[in-house]
Nanobody, 127 residues
Framework: QVQLVESGGGLVQAGDSLRLSCTFS????????VGWFRQAPGKEREFVSA???????YYADSAKGRFTISRDNAKKMVYLQMVSLKPEDTGVYYC?????????????????????WGQGTQVTVSE
């Protein structure tokens, strides 16, 4: 059974950095594509970043140049390094995972393409 646990969120000021972690429990982590989504109060969950099983990375326009996603298959972890945080980055950050038999990631931005989700970690960026 696959479980995902996010950690690393917190309250920071604009311009600060945070590193979020997604811990995977289960087998064959190397066969999973993993993505980060966030949900701000009153808004829909939106794509932030994703990494395929072959470590191809994808970013929302809002994350490009500021966020970096990476994975450590030996530790079964995915990280989201966030720098130059802005108040609009505030929200609950969720990681999702989907097992795949191909090395690519057809629709990394689609929530419907992920089978497993964590409970989320809160990120709050103040002015």
């Amino acid at each position: 059974q696959v479980q995902l646990v996010e950690s690393g969120g917190g309250l920071v000021q604009a311009g600060d950095s945070l590193r979020l972690s997604c811990t995977f429990s289960g087998v064959q982590f190397s066969r999973y594509n993993v993505g980060w989504f966030r949900q701000a109060p009153g808004k829909e969950r939106e794509f932030v970043s994703a990494i395929s099983r072959s470590s191809t990375t994808y970013y929302a326009d809002s994350a490009k140049g500021r966020f970096t996603i990476s994975r450590d298959n030996a530790k079964k972890m995915v990280y989201l390094q966030m720098v130059s945080l802005k108040p609009e980055d505030t929200g609950v950050y969720y990681c999702g995972a989907v097992q795949t038999i191909i090395t690519g990631f057809i629709r990394p931005t689609s929530m419907n393409d992920y089978d497993h989700w964590g409970q989320g970690t809160q990120v709050t960026v103040s002015e």
